[in-house]
């Protein structure tokens, strides 16, 4: 009985996939499902005739499936009675409608497939080479960069800091064509992010920037660059977001980069995409990829910095000249709700009743922190965030600027202090 039902179901649930719209071949009886939500009746000379969704059914029924569905409903009707029987198919028949409605077995309007050649067609072009020389005009390094404004005969360019760092001259490569002169204008070199301009008569594909922060893990992505120098212009890979808000040591100072939130994803990136872009399925940009984890033990781990961020230094960049969203605190520290017993161990003296906080090793001269917190001093609150563990701190620290008035509050010689009206500045070394 169970198997019948089953069955039953199955067979309504070929109805509801039946009853979107197909073309039917005059010459042929080959029917083949069209990918686009808005259908345009051919003209009358077409080969080519549209069936609506009732003629449909009917026929599929008439055609291929009345001996079965006669036979099911015999053998089920055994079983229960007629009313019985029609009640479920009907029942059936609407839940398969009700999702058909809700979206859950459309036919999607583009496929992937479809959608993906879209973007690298039309998007992917604002995704530049970017040449960087040293005072000897030898060739230092090479990078990706996208282009995501102009202004007049101005053109914006983004790329990372360390493709850019320590040059005295800089060119824009295209697929074709000569190369262009650039100028740097800005750079932030905790987020590594860096902003050019070149100067052109000629039109260029200007990206756009998506919303990061409302992007969610599983998301499709597409990295577009030039992996391995200028051979493999443009080469477009794909893969899913693995992770939003990711931090780790960039710089190999031992401290975990807390400022970006990268976004981690798997497809693929070498050296050479650095400064290039992450779109979405949308075709806007949100991330620019920056550095991939490479181990034997490690595959398909990239990441990127975050669109959000990056439009808003961006446009620091081009006003100030340099970015006021990334503050450094400047501490060398250990987080005592996971370091607490290498602490002990090491013979520093941490409170029984404190938990939570960072223990505080050494100020960087300079800093924010610098003339205020002391080595030694366990930091209880930062601004209005109360230390509970880095990466919640990494996290909520991020809302803060270069400029940012905030308190600090330190537990020293057995003693709460408030550290009052420190000026957030940007990171120093």
């Known amino acids: 009985m169970k198997k019948r039902l089953v069955f039953l179901m199955l067979f309504v649930t070929v109805f509801a996939f039946s009853g979107c719209s197909f073309f039917i071949d005059a010459t042929t009886t080959t029917r083949t499902p069209i990918l686009t939500s808005a259908i345009t009746t051919t003209a009358a000379s077409s080969s080519s005739t549209l069936i609506d969704t009732g003629l449909m059914i009917s026929e599929i029924k008439a055609m291929i ?8 409903r015999a053998e089920v009707i055994q079983d229960l009675s007629e009313e019985e029987f029609n009640l479920i198919y009907d029942q059936v028949l609407a839940d398969m409608y009700t999702k058909i409605d809700a979206g859950d077995l459309s036919v999607q309007a583009k496929s992937i497939a479809e959608t993906v050649l879209s973007v690298v067609s039309t998007e992917a072009p604002a995704v530049i080479g970017v040449s960087n020389y040293n005072a000897s005009l030898s060739l230092s390094s090479i990078g990706s960069g996208v ?3 102009h202004v007049g005969d101005t053109y914006y360019v983004v790329t990372n800091h360390h493709v850019v760092e320590d040059g005295a001259f800089f060119r824009i490569h295209f697929t074709s064509g000569p190369e262009i002169n650039a100028t740097l204008i800005g750079f932030d070199e905790t987020a590594d992010l860096a902003v050019l301009t070149f100067v052109s008569n000629n039109q260029y594909k200007v990206a756009s920037f998506g919303n990061s922060t409302t992007l969610l893990t599983g998301s499709v992505v597409l990295a577009v660059g030039h992996p391995n120098g200028y051979d493999y212009f443009g080469s477009v890979t794909m893969g899913i977001v693995s992770g939003t808000r990711r931090y780790f040591d960039v710089d190999n100072d031992n401290v975990k980069d807390m400022f970006v939130g990268y976004v981690q994803h798997d497809a693929s990136i070498n050296s050479g995409n650095s400064g290039g872009a992450l779109f979405n399925l949308s075709g806007e940009v949100i991330g620019i990829n920056v550095i991939k984890i490479a181990s034997t033990e490690i595959e398909g781990m990239g990441f990127a910095i975050p669109s959000s961020l990056v439009a808003a230094i961006c446009s620091d960049i081009e006003e100030f000249g340099y970015s006021k969203q990334v503050p450094g605190v400047g501490i060398r520290f250990n987080d005592i709700a996971s370091d607490r017993d290498k602490l002990i161990s090491d013979g520093i003296i941490i409170p029984e009743e404190i938990t939570v906080g960072f223990y505080v090793h050494q100020v960087t001269v300079g800093s924010s922190a610098d003339g205020y917190v002391l080595a030694g001093d366990i ?6 965030i109360v230390i509970t563990n880095l990466y919640n701190f990494s996290g909520e620290f991020s809302k803060y600027h270069v400029g940012d008035i905030i308190d600090i509050v330190v537990y020293r010689n057995g003693s709460t202090i ?5 000026e957030l500045k940007s990171k120093v070394g």
């Open 379 to 384: 930091i209880l609150e930062i601004g209005d």
């Open 65 to 72: 499936y009345e001996e079965m569905y006669a036979q099911i």
């Open 147 to 149: 282009i995501y404004k």
């Open 418 to 422: 408030i550290l009052s009206d420190i």
